[in-house]
């Protein structure tokens, strides 16, 4: 069965529904989430995309990301695709949303309305090999000091979404 985003306005009001694909071919504004996933020290675990990803394979990224489906809560579709990829539960909450838009070199382009979460884990994750190779825990200032050293090992959402949730875990609301 072939997935379908949620199409929405500005103000994340639900519009239509479209295939995934066809929705990054015409870049439209859909709905999605970034879940981000923090130790007791502090540390974000990253995940490094599979291999054979139709986009972005093997660049490292946030812990999970992906799109929710019709009727599903933010919450919901955030520990579903945290189970679907690294293999384990736990409580997320939602810190912030904004917009952005991403082309890649395939000429797919995500133009996403982001919801994104935080949740605490510390243990090692059960990782779904087709959906990700490897992962890591890394502190945030060693995440920001890497990617301006070494930007093109990042997925392009990533970087756009890290530089806010840094802002944000160095205002310290995440508690």
């Not at 990803?53 to 809560?73: A, F, I, M, V």
């Not at 990700?132 to 930007?151: C, E, G, H, R």
Request: proline fraction near 5%; charged fraction near 30%; charge should be negative.
């Amino acid at each position: 069965m072939e997935e379908k985003v949620i199409l929405v306005d500005t103000k994340d009001n639900p519009i239509g529904l479209m295939p995934k694909i066809e929705a990054h071919e015409k870049a439209l504004l859909h709905r999605a989430f970034s879940v981000f996933i923090l130790n007791d020290r502090g540390e974000i675990m990253l995940q490094q995309r599979a291999a054979d990803k139709y986009h972005s394979p093997l660049l490292w990224t946030n812990t999970c990301c992906s799109h929710q489906r019709d009727g599903e809560t933010n919450i919901e579709a955030g520990k579903r695709r945290l189970m679907e990829e690294m293999g384990f539960e736990t409580d997320l909450k939602e810190v912030f949303s904004f917009i952005y838009k991403a082309p890649f070199e395939n000429g797919l382009t995500e133009h996403e309305l982001d919801h994104v979460m935080i949740g605490r884990f510390n243990g090692a994750p059960k990782i779904n090999p087709e959906e990700v190779a490897n992962w890591m825990w890394m502190l945030p200032a060693d995440i920001q000091d890497d990617i301006s050293i070494y930007p093109q090992k990042y997925t392009a959402w990533f970087k756009i979404i890290f530089e806010r949730f840094y802002d944000f875990l160095m205002e310290g609301k995440e508690q």
